[in-house]
């Protein structure tokens, strides 16, 4: 039996209905290498190829399941939503929500403009509010999800506004949340026609747009503005301050693989680093998970195997192929890899602090003669059942809608993604660009264009590029998260800078501060706000600096 690739992918427990799904499809790469293996072929190409193996009797016996394609965490990877909406509080922090017409085409003069409600949030100016007109501004910029979530899981942004009496404004990507294109989501998400505005470049522009309008409204033209983003909206950021310098003064990318294009890193490095997160916490438990897959294959081929699987993993309906298992299993373990936080956290589900710690220990403290699967249903526990209070588990609550994110990684965000033979504690398997072009055309009739990203925002040779054409732009890493393979870890000049943290996780220093932090995370989180001081008061210089040293002795004064 072969699993049928399809292109929504990992159905993690979750049933957000708001935003889409996020980052399916496998990722492409190596669009000149097609070297493979007979067997690894019929992995790869199972939905062509069946026929033909059957015919020649060279179906292999153990049926193979595809690696799922990472996603970024988002609001799509929780089990229900939970950020605040409307206007009020989200995450304990006030904001007022606002609605702009933003033109859906920025690029094109047809004669029939179209506009579309881009949704943004503003924070309410309290105690220790804006400075006013000409006040520095911090905007962050939109991820491919619910602008709310990522309000209430950006504290950084809403923590630091006041030392500098900066204005806080974070707007929604379009197409995500509630800023949709044609009135709704339906509309929005009907065919390629319809999803063609869902680009990048679009989303910068509407941001610039959204940013120039806004400071004219507030009679305040001259504000610096300071860029901040996560992941996708990291990317986001520091690609706005490349293309649009003169719209703000900085930018924090933080966990923001811009670099995960083409060949510009090696297309294993994401599940490498996956892998390499439970290696380093127990070389048993990272040897276990790799021999579970063959384990779940044997076990789903044998006598009535599939619903002795569904029992063993607790699952709320008989699995009909292990491949919807091991999918759900290989995103927990990415997921766990993106949110390993020394602290306990909500992020994408309740986990407590080290996360892959706790998965190792349950895996390993199995009793003697316990079974590999057994073993790693203890450990998978830990990510979608921390709380105790799940009944089963329901592999196939994703609708298979569109998602906004499935349709940008058809167009220009491919990712190409391997599994390594050696490193990897997942299932070897190689990037196919052709199967994964094709089914983009069968899903969106569309067909990506895997080098436009660098062509349009650069990725290769970035060091000597940003040496000498970039500043103002921090680059945020922490090296558990497997997105820091893709990510600039180096200082590239005065002004362009990587702050990696060895023990940290997908943009953990955005993250609100709690009383677990540990002062590694303080202290960088210090250095970055030092650094962003730095470009305010070079923006102001002497001219302006009343109006930032107002802002900063306020803030000496009040601590
Ligand atoms: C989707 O597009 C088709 C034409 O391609 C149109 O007939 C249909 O009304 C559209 N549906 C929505 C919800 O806009
Ligand atoms: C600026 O003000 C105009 C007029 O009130 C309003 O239509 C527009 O939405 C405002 N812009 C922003 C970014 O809020
Ligand atoms: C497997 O089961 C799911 C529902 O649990 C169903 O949607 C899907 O079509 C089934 N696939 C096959 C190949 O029968
Ligand atoms: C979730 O955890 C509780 C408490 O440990 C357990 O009783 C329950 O069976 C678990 N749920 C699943 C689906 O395994
Ligand atoms: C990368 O930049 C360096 C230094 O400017 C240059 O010598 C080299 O040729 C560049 N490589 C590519 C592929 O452009
Ligand atoms: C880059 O430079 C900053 C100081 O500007 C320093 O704090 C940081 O550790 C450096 N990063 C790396 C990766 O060396």
């Not at 820091?484 to 993250?511: C, F, Q, T, W, Y």
């Not at 650094?531 to 803030?555: E, M, P």
């Amino acid at each position: 039996m072969t699993r049928t690739y399809v292109n929504h992918l990992p159905r993690h427990v979750e049933s957000s209905p708001i935003p889409p799904r996020s980052l399916s499809i496998p990722f492409p790469d190596r669009l000149h290498s097609a070297h493979r293996s007979q067997a690894s072929a019929a992995m790869h190409r199972p939905r062509r190829l069946p026929l033909l193996l059957i015919l020649l009797g060279l179906l292999p016996a153990v049926a193979r399941a595809l690696l799922p394609p990472p996603r970024f965490p988002g609001p799509h990877a929780r089990p229900r939503p939970r950020a605040g909406t409307g206007d009020g509080v989200g995450g304990g922090y006030e904001f007022e929500t606002r609605y702009f017409r933003q033109r859906l085409d920025h690029f094109s003069f047809s004669g029939e403009e179209e506009f579309f409600q881009q949704r943004y949030l503003v924070g309410r100016a309290g105690a220790g509010g804006w400075a006013g007109p000409g006040g520095p501004i911090f905007f962050y910029c939109g991820n491919e999800g619910d602008i709310a979530w990522f309000a209430a899981n950006s504290g950084l942004v809403w923590d630091a506004a006041p030392r500098f009496a900066a204005l806080v404004v974070f707007a929604e990507h379009r197409y995500y949340g509630e800023s949709m294109p044609f009135g709704s989501k339906d509309k929005a998400y009907n065919n390629s026609r319809s999803m063609a505005y869902l680009t990048a470049e679009q989303a910068l522009a509407d941001y610039a747009v959204l940013l120039t309008d806004l400071k004219r409204n507030l009679s305040s033209e001259s504000s610096p503005v300071v860029l901040f983003g996560g992941s996708y909206g990291g990317m986001l950021a520091a690609w706005m301050r490349l293309k649009y310098p003169h719209i703000a003064v900085g930018a924090l990318a933080s966990s923001a693989p811009i670099l995960q294009f083409e060949d510009i890193v090696p297309d294993t490095i994401f599940y490498d680093l996956v892998s390499n997160d439970f290696k380093r916490e127990s070389l048993s438990c990272f040897q276990t998970i790799k021999d579970s897959w063959k384990e779940l294959d044997e076990q789903g081929n044998g006598q009535d195997g599939l619903l002795k699987l569904s029992k063993t993993f607790h699952l709320c309906q008989t699995l009909n192929t292990t491949g919807a298992l091991s999918d759900w299993l290989s995103s927990a373990y990415s997921y766990l890899a993106m949110v390993d936080y020394p602290m306990p956290s909500e992020f994408l589900m309740p986990l407590p602090a080290n996360p892959i710690k706790e998965v190792c220990r349950n895996i390993d403290k199995q009793p003697e003669g316990s079974s590999i699967l057994e073993r790693i249903y203890a450990g998978v526990n830990i990510y979608y059942n921390y709380t105790g209070t799940v009944d089963c588990f329901d592999l196939d609550d994703d609708p298979h809608g569109m998602g906004g994110w499935d349709w940008q990684a058809c167009t220009e965000m491919v990712m190409p993604m391997s599994s390594s033979e050696g490193l990897s504690m997942f299932l070897p398997d190689e990037f196919d660009y052709a199967l994964y072009a094709d089914d983009c055309v069968k899903n969106f009739g569309v067909r990506p264009r895997p080098r436009w990203i660098s062509t349009e925002f650069g990725g290769h040779n970035i060091s000597s590029v940003l040496e000498k054409f970039g500043s103002n732009i921090i680059f945020f890493n922490g090296l558990l998260d497997p997105w820091s393979g893709g990510g600039v870890l180096k200082n590239i000049s005065e002004s362009v800078v990587a702050i990696v943290a060895p023990l940290g996780a997908h943009h953990i220093d955005l993250r609100p501060a709690t009383k677990e932090d540990p002062d590694w995370l303080v202290s960088l989180r210090e250095s970055e706000l030092e650094i962003i001081s730095g470009w305010l008061s070079d923006h102001y210089g002497a001219r302006g600096g009343a109006l930032f040293q107002r802002a900063t002795n306020k803030d000496s004064a009040a601590s």
